[in-house]
């Protein structure tokens, strides 16, 4: 979707009349890539974040997890807290790199050419994952078992992605870029990209060791520090919190946190 800036009164008219073109305010947007083959998440990405973390080892290469494409969605979409996992729900701002032609075992030199661009991405957590015990719901911990962490990610709306896909020939340095994210306008993350541990070129390479990507596909390079689980005390979204995901050269991804709906509930 494009944004007309400046146009012929008659000309904005007669598009306005043909339906070509509708106000901001009332836009919908989708993922920008709604239905990708091949999704994947990376964690463990950013040398800050290891730290914030208690000085996690740097892994050797990307740490991958594969993410449903149904919990993407788009810019201006609510975030759901899950009826049964809505207490600790997390932010985690992140770089999201797209898939432009076919690519299986291409090396690093040649992974540049088969980015189509980047898009911002929020890639939701739920970090309060429960179990049943003999009829009796228990708190089970978080970072006992990765499973869980990416199960947690996979919840309705928590992949929310755009507003656009930026090609890849406006960022002429993907690791030159400014991350923020912000809380109800307050920072709550921040940091350039040049703090990866993994350039982009390593990303598509690695993982185009395992999966034959296909234009659509999706790597997000995962979060940088100051997520809300590592905050003392931790800090987590709420009803009604607006989280807003900043990239320098790319958009302003902006989604509201919205309560449970009682009527999903139901029995776990």
Same mark, same amino acid.
């Given at each position: @979707? %494009?944004? /007309?800036?400046?146009? +012929?009164? $008659? ?8 339906? %070509? ?14 239905? *990708?083959?091949?999704? @994947? ?38 975030? =759901?807290? *899950?009826?049964?996992?809505?207490? &600790? ?15 299986? $075992? ?15 991405? #929020? ?18 911990? &978080? ?5 869980? #962490? ?5 919840? =309705?709306?928590?992949?929310? @992605? ?24 307050? /920072?709550?993350?921040?940091? @350039? ?18 999966? *034959? ?10 979060? *940088?520090?100051?997520?809300?689980? %590592? ?14 995901? +900043? ?7 902006? #989604?509201?946190?919205?309560?449970? #709906? ?7």
């Amino acid at each position: @979707m %494009a944004e /007309i800036e400046e146009a +012929d009164p $008659a000309t904005l008219a007669e598009l306005e009349h043909a339906g %070509a073109i509708i106000a901001a305010s009332d836009a919908r947007f989708a993922a920008p890539i709604p239905d *990708p083959v091949h999704f @994947m998440g990376c964690g463990l990405a950013y040398r800050q974040h290891l730290r914030e973390m208690g000085n996690t080892p740097a892994p050797k290469n990307p740490v991958l997890f594969l993410c449903s494409p149904g919990a993407l969605s788009g810019h201006n979409a609510p975030i =759901p807290l *899950p009826p049964h996992q809505g207490q &600790m729900v997390d932010y985690e701002g992140e770089l999201a790199i797209v898939i432009g032609k076919p690519c299986y $075992a291409v090396s690093e030199d040649a992974a540049m050419d088969c980015v189509a661009g980047y898009i911002v991405h #929020n890639d939701v957590s739920a970090r309060d994952h429960v179990a049943e015990v003999q009829s009796v719901t228990v708190p089970v911990g &978080m970072l006992d078992a990765w499973g869980r #962490n990416v199960g947690g990610k996979q919840h =309705p709306g928590f992949s929310p @992605m755009g507003p656009y896909l930026v090609t890849a020939d406006e960022i002429p340095d993907p690791h030159a870029l400014h991350l923020t994210v912000r809380v109800n306008g307050a /920072i709550v993350q921040d940091v @350039m990209t040049d703090d990866l541990i993994f350039c982009v070129a390593h990303y598509v390479s690695y993982v185009s060791q395992w999966y *034959p990507l296909v234009p659509g596909d999706i790597i997000s390079t995962g979060s *940088p520090a100051g997520v809300g689980i %590592a905050k003392k005390p931790p800090v987590f979204l709420r009803d009604g919190d607006v989280v807003e995901v +900043d990239i320098s050269g790319l958009c302003t991804l902006s #989604n509201r946190v919205v309560a449970a #709906n009682p009527d999903r509930a139901g029995s776990r």
